[in-house]
C-alpha cells in the first residue's frame, strides 16, 4: 500500500495551490481518502475527507468554502484544491486510506502517506 502525497510549497497569502495524493496497493473505490494537516507544536487534525463508496465529500470548518476535495478513480488521485489560504494553513500536509465511522477522525485511517509541507506567507 503506497500513499504518495506531493503538491506543497510556499504560497503568498490569499493564494492558492492543489495538494495531489496518488496512491496504490488497495481497492481506490473502497476506501475513504482523508487529509490531514500538522502544524508545528499541534496535533495532527482532519481537514478533508471523500468517501469511497459514492465520493460524498466532508471538510473541517476551518477549511470549508476555501478547499475542494475531488478524486479521479481512474488514476487512484486524491486531490486537494486549497484557495484563499491563510499563514493558519501553514502545516505538513498528510493524505491517508481508511475506514473510518468519522469522516476527519486520524485514528481510523489504516495507511498513510508521507506528508508535504505548505507554507503560507505574506
Known amino acids: 500500500v503506497q500513499l504518495q502525497a506531493s503538491g506543497g510549497g510556499l504560497v503568498r497569502v490569499g493564494g492558492s495551490t492543489r495538494l495531489s495524493c496518488v496512491t496504490s496497493?488497495?481497492?481506490?473505490?473502497?476506501?475513504?481518502i482523508g487529509w490531514f494537516r500538522q502544524a508545528p507544536g499541534k496535533e495532527r487534525e482532519g481537514v478533508s475527507s471523500?468517501?469511497?463508496?459514492?465520493?460524498?465529500?466532508f471538510y473541517s470548518n476551518s477549511v470549508k468554502g476555501r478547499f475542494t476535495i475531488s478524486r479521479d478513480i481512474a488514476n487512484n488521485t486524491v486531490s486537494l484544491q486549497m484557495s484563499s489560504l491563510k499563514p493558519e494553513d501553514t502545516a505538513v500536509y498528510y493524505c491517508?486510506?481508511?475506514?473510518?465511522?468519522?469522516?476527519?477522525?486520524?485514528?481510523?485511517?489504516?495507511?498513510w502517506g508521507q506528508g508535504t509541507l505548505v507554507t503560507v506567507s505574506s
Open positions: 471523500i468517501k469511497g463508496f459514492d465520493g460524498s465529500t
Open positions: 491517508a486510506a481508511g475506514h473510518p465511522t468519522l469522516p476527519l477522525l486520524r485514528y481510523e485511517y489504516d495507511y
Open positions: 496497493g488497495f481497492d481506490f473505490d473502497y476506501y475513504a
